[in-house]
């Protein structure tokens, strides 16, 4: 079906979530939760408001930026591109969920500590989709 892989529509949480994305502050990237959807036949990308902010972004380049495989491995931290490609790659060949903590390096140049949850819903013999959310979280003192 087409449809499968567009952006949520009428979703009422993703409706509370744009409306917490539009009071909160991008000083404080703790608690920033942003989603994401990744169509595997198309490639195609779509993030919610908070991704972009996790990722450095101002609103007025929302618009203009396409979301990507390459765009979002760009912004891993050196120290954690390995370790991250190789969790997405486990969780896109096997299916399931996957959690990894991470580092992102914004477009602003400030590093922000973020938890990602995702799931790669596969219906068998089937391409299907990914998708989940990341949570910036506090810098831990360990």
């Known amino acids: ?18 409306a917490a994305h539009r009071t909160e502050h991008v000083e404080r990237p703790a608690g920033v939760k942003g989603g994401f959807r990744l169509c595997l036949p198309t490639g195609q990308w779509w993030w919610s408001p908070g991704m972009f902010r996790l990722h450095g972004y101002p609103p007025h380049q929302w618009r203009s930026l396409r979301p990507s495989t390459r765009l979002l491995l ?24 996957m959690a990894v903590r991470y580092r992102i390096v914004g477009v602003d140049g400030v590093v922000r500590p973020v938890f990602a949850m995702a799931y790669f819903d596969r219906p068998a013999g089937a391409a299907g989709r990914a998708g989940g959310e990341i949570t910036g979280v506090m810098q831990s003192d360990e």
Not at 4 to 17: A, H
Not at 74 to 97: M, N
């Open 1 to 18: 079906m087409a449809g499968q892989c567009l952006p949520p529509t009428g979703d009422s949480r993703q409706d509370d979530l744009h």
């Open 74 to 97: 760009t912004h891993r931290h050196p120290a954690d591109r390995s370790a991250f490609a190789q969790a997405w790659t486990h969780l896109l060949e096997t299916g399931g969920v």
